[in-house]
């Protein structure tokens, strides 16, 4: 990739891994022009901790393999 990635494109990201990896009630908050810290707030909710932890790792990698690094995880 050249360049750091967009926005959009790790919203869209997030959305469809969070989607293959069967979370359910996502919910993605616009930010823009609200807040200088950031553009979106993704929030979806799994089955179980196992789920949602996998989930999380699964998503710290696939942001880092497009050069998104210094993710932070909540929940």
Do not use: C, N, W
């Amino acid at each position: 990739m050249h360049g750091p990635a967009s926005p959009e494109l790790i919203r869209s990201l997030i959305e469809r891994t969070l989607d293959a990896d069967k979370a359910f009630d996502i919910e993605t908050i616009d930010l823009r022009g609200i807040t200088p810290l950031s553009d979106y707030m993704i929030i979806a909710s799994g089955s179980s901790s196992r789920q949602v932890v996998s989930m999380a790792e699964k998503l710290r990698d696939r942001l880092a393999a497009i050069g998104v690094r210094d993710v932070r995880i909540e929940g």
